[in-house]
Antibody, heavy 121, light 107 residues
Framework: QVTLRESGPALVKPTQTLTLTCTFS??????????LSWIRQPPGKGLEWLAL???????YYSTSLRTRLTISKGASKNQVVLTMTNMDPADTATYYC?????????????WGQGTLVTVSS | SYELTQSLSVSVALGQTARITCGGS??????VHWYQQKSGQAPVLVIY???NRPSGIPDRFSGFNSGNTAALTISGAQAGDDADYYC??????????FGGGTKLTVL
């Protein structure tokens, strides 16, 4: 059974760095064609893709947020970490992690429940 | 960067067929995925690679992609299909892009 769970602070201050962890089970990110994405959704708005890490540890980022994002495999082999620097109230959103099983041309077939991050002083 | 255009809203009568479109430059050359998101829930993949259904997705859901338009069709719409729907592609081997989303209302 595939599960994903996002964790991190619910509240961050403007200019701070956000660190989110995706803890997953039921698959290995070291398996060929396996990828993991981070996606966010501001309240009442649409989905925005942020970053992806693949089975070969290659990383891909949203063009518009690339300078602020870092995705990496965690210390535990079943974790992926996303950091976003210089947080702003406009970054208030629910942040999701999701698995892609069939490489870059596959869809995100399992999602975490999401974690709401509010940016406010 | 690549842009995907979706209608803000679509309405369909109960039991009828709904068609949700996703426009993009030469989108037919890309592989399109569709997600359903019900209120307060995480998205669910309903179509991948243009016209494939994940296990557990009813065959009422189908997809098509050609030219500059991709489409998600829901046959025999049910009350439970009332949701937001998003299309998505992998662009230029560098990033994933979502459409703005379409709110489907089943009347």
């Amino acid at each position: 059974q595939v599960t994903l769970r996002e964790s991190g602070p619910a509240l961050v201050k403007p200019t701070q760095t956000l660190t989110l962890t995706c803890t997953f089970s039921g698959f290995s990110l070291n398996t060929g064609k396996m990828c993991l994405s981070w996606i966010r959704q501001p309240p009442g708005k649409g989905l925005e893709w942020l970053a992806l890490i693949d089975w070969d540890d290659d990383k891909y980022y949203s063009t518009s947020l690339r300078t602020r994002l870092t995705i990496s495999k965690g210390a535990s082999k079943n974790q992926v970490v996303l950091t976003m620097t210089n947080m702003d109230p406009a970054d208030t959103a629910t942040y999701y992690c999701a698995r892609i099983r069939d490489g870059f041309y596959g869809g995100e077939d399992h999602w975490g429940q999401g974690t709401l991050v509010t940016v406010s002083s | 960067s690549y842009e995907l255009t979706q209608s803000l809203s679509v309405s369909v009568a109960l039991g009828q067929t709904a068609r949700i479109t996703c426009g993009g430059s030469n989108i037919g050359s890309k592989r399109v995925h569709w997600y359903q998101q019900k209120s307060g829930q995480a998205p669910v993949l309903v179509i991948y690679r243009d016209d494939n259904r994940p296990s557990g997705i009813p065959d009422r859901f189908s997809g098509f992609n050609s030219g500059n338009t991709a489409a998600l069709t829901i046959s025999g719409a049910q009350a439970g299909d009332d949701a937001d729907y998003y299309c998505q592609v992998w662009d230029s081997d560098t990033e994933r892009v979502f459409g703005g989303g379409t709110k489907l209302t089943v009347l």
